[in-house]
T-cell receptor
């Protein structure tokens, strides 16, 4: 089945630094990828839709200058958290859908636990 | 997208059948019903999807009444490893659209 790989699985960074998270579709091409954020004991919240070769679409309330998304190829999308602060500490998850599938085709990465100290 | 309502939490014991019901009164004609499972610190995993009547796979069954305003995920003979959050999602899932998650149901299975 379709596999989405996310890296790193966890990262600790200092306040004010930037962190990059990678999301790769391993066995299919994904023109669109999705980024979610999940706080403890809460549901997944959609942050943005990443489009290959064009600008990402951000959900209301998500700062596009803080959460930089780059989708430079059909198999790779990256999320960069710039000038990270403790309140950015969260679980970040990416998702993509294999072509020609319905909801069953949405595959999620294993997530990245970001801790800002 | 149709809004869904699920119980916040459920408790069960090993070996029991667990039924989680989801309400989606505003479901549209083109919408499918999909259930995902999420373990702590992992991404969600697809369980089952259906449009109407009953769907069964190796891990669960999905029951959808004729009016499609609700659905029930049935997990037969749960084990401790079924402890997770279960999400019910409704949508047409057109290409390029994201899945929108509700609050989900936290299932706790005890021995």
């Amino acid at each position: 089945g379709a596999v989405v790989s996310q890296h790193p699985s966890w990262v600790i960074c200092k306040s004010g630094t930037s962190v990059k998270i990678e999301c790769r579709s391993l066995d299919f091409q994904a023109t669109t990828m999705f980024w979610y954020r999940q706080f403890p004991k809460q549901s997944l919240m959609l942050m943005a839709t990443s489009n290959e070769g064009s600008k990402a679409t951000y959900e209301q309330g998500v700062e596009k200058d803080k959460f930089l998304i780059n989708h430079a190829s059909l198999t790779l999308s990256t999320l960069t958290v710039t000038s990270a602060h403790p309140e950015d500490s969260s679980f970040y998850i990416c998702s993509a859908r294999a072509p020609g599938t319905r909801a069953a085709g949405y595959t999620f990465g294993s997530g990245t636990r970001l801790t800002v100290v | 997208l149709a809004k869904t309502t699920q119980p916040i939490s459920m408790d069960s014991y090993e070996g029991q059948e667990v039924n989680i019901t989801c309400s989606h009164n505003n479901i549209a004609t083109n919408d499918y019903i999909t259930w995902y499972q999420q373990f702590p610190s992992q991404g969600p995993r697809f369980i089952i999807q259906g449009y109407k009547t009953k769907v069964t796979n190796e891990v669960a069954s999905l029951f959808i009444p004729a009016d499609r305003k609700s659905s029930t995920l049935s997990l037969p003979r749960v084990s401790l490893s079924d402890t997770a959050v279960y999400y019910c999602l409704v949508g047409s899932n057109q290409a390029g659209t994201a899945l929108i998650f509700g609050k989900g149901t936290t299932l706790s299975v005890s021995s």
